[in-house]
């Protein structure tokens, strides 16, 4: 247990050595437990800065990327954010730890019931929805915040509609070998956009993202 602290705290303090400044943020990372979203037999990498593989070929996202695309984000407490890629449900976890009402879809069965029992038995209160993400989650549009954990070819239109205005969607934008971070800001009169680092996600797969590539 001791050394799931140290080890939690040294990943903690390296995220500050890269640029993530935000406290609240840092403290959410530090209160999840990553070991959790991961298999037994890598539970040993929990708290490396890497993503590492889980079911179905899908990833969970390397510490830095999550904490990167929440922080660009401005999470707020009480924010409605929809966010698109269940995946491990680690983000799910971060975001409601930072006090946003969450709302997730994944489009993987496997995953999304995985999730759903994981966050769940930890307490989490998260919405889930078992649907092609590309096309966002309507019922309950407009959001204050949408995060995207997949690389698409092109900014769904989907999405952008189920934005509030003055809401933001983050979302990896290029090919399915790498993508840069794009945040949208819905405007009275249209969309900002500014661009961000550089990453690399599992593909966006849905009607308006990548077609299926199995």
């Not at 409605?80 to 975001?95: D, F, H, P, R």
């Not at 997949?150 to 990896?172: E, F, R, T, Y």
Request: net charge negative; glycine share 8%; hydrophobic share 40%.
């Amino acid at each position: 247990m001791l050394l799931l602290e140290e080890e939690k705290k040294n990943l903690v303090e390296g995220l500050w050595k890269k640029g993530i400044k935000d406290e609240i943020l840092l403290k959410a990372i530090y209160n999840i437990p990553r070991e959790k979203f991961i298999s037994a037999a890598l539970r040993k990498f929990a708290y490396d800065d890497n993503a590492l593989p889980i079911e179905c070929a899908q990833t969970i996202s390397q510490p830095f990327t999550v904490a990167y695309m929440t922080l660009v984000l401005h999470i707020r407490s009480g924010d409605k954010v929809l966010e698109i890629g269940t995946g491990s449900g680690y983000q799910s976890a971060l975001l409601s730890e930072l006090g946003a009402e969450v709302y997730t879809v994944e489009r993987i069965e496997k995953l999304y019931e995985n999730a759903r029992t994981l966050l769940s038995e930890m307490g989490y209160n998260i919405n889930f929805k078992l649907d092609d993400g590309t096309l966002g989650w309507e019922e309950f549009a407009p959001y204050d915040r949408i995060i995207v954990t997949a690389g698409a070819p092109d900014i769904p239109h989907s999405l952008v509609d189920q934005l509030k205005v003055g809401g933001k969607l983050a979302i990896p934008v290029g090919s399915q070998e790498s993508q840069r971070l794009f945040v949208i800001t819905r405007t009275d009169k249209g969309i900002d956009k500014k661009t961000y680092e550089y990453f690399k996600f599992v593909p966006l797969i849905g009607e308006e993202g990548w077609q299926d590539l199995t």
